[in-house]
């Protein structure tokens, strides 16, 4: 069972050309014997909302490996504003009180503020740190204790983490994905399931084709285009997950 986001899901792609279904052929063929490959991504989600996924289906679907997909461009992110989970006194990682509502944009009560096509508008006509004050502001919301206040279609590139990645909001979100992958591993564990954390950089990092980029980035020293797979790296690890 393959779990993530709509990388995983890939809904505009053919059902062939997905991850999940290439994985079967390769894996059946590898293997010389038939394997089953289940696509459980989500559009948007993170891997806080994909940990409850899994925590809800595995014994159903009893699989013998669950490949664990992590996105480094907004999953972060998703662990903070999401508000499904949050960190105790001690640092452990403890589920939230707040009502879990189906998502506005299912509902139809989405405000235009929040809709995915406004980010991608204001992307274009701010500067290249445009998402600076939505993060500041998803991470005043965390310290209040608040409720999640903006769709999860409306994920923004996790910037604090990648330029700024020993300031307060970083930091947190570190520990955020820390606590995560190490109860999906947990989960794992208890019932004897091989797992294997997928990590996908961020096109921001990679290529000129989207702005801002690394280019625009790099005029801050200590950004690097690394930043965001490498903490995603070292969560999966330190969760003793195997990674990809």
């Known amino acids: 069972v393959v779990y993530g986001d709509s990388n995983v899901l890939a809904r505009f792609s053919p059902i062939e050309d997905t991850f999940p279904a290439k994985l079967a052929e390769l894996l059946s063929a590898g293997l010389s014997r038939d394997v089953e490959v289940i696509n459980s991504g989500v559009v948007g989600f993170g891997p806080d909302q994909s940990l409850l996924k899994m925590a809800g289906e595995m014994d159903q679907l009893a699989p013998d490996l669950i490949v664990f997909h992590i996105f480094a461009d907004n999953d972060f992110g998703d662990l903070l504003r999401n508000r499904l989970f949050e960190l105790d006194e001690t640092g452990e990682l403890v589920e939230t009180s707040h009502p879990r509502r189906p998502d506005p944009h299912f509902t139809g009560e989405s405000p235009f503020w929040s809709s995915l096509l406004l980010v991608r508008a204001v ?108 903490f995603a790296n070292a969560s999966a690890e330190a969760a003793g997950l195997r990674v990809v």
């Open 123 to 230: 992307r274009k006509v701010l500067d290249p740190y445009w998402n600076a004050t939505a993060l500041q502001y998803q991470y005043d919301v965390y310290r209040s204790g608040g409720e999640q206040v903006a769709s999860h279609f409306a994920d923004v590139f996790d910037t604090d983490l990648a330029l700024y990645p020993d300031s307060p909001s970083a930091l947190t979100k570190r520990a955020l994905m820390d606590g995560t992958l190490k109860r999906v591993e947990q989960l794992a564990a208890q019932r004897g399931i091989d797992i294997v954390a997928v990590i996908q950089p961020s096109a921001f990092d990679l290529t000129t084709n989207l702005s801002p980029n690394f280019e625009t980035f790099s005029e801050v020293e200590s950004y690097s285009p690394r930043n965001l797979t490498r």
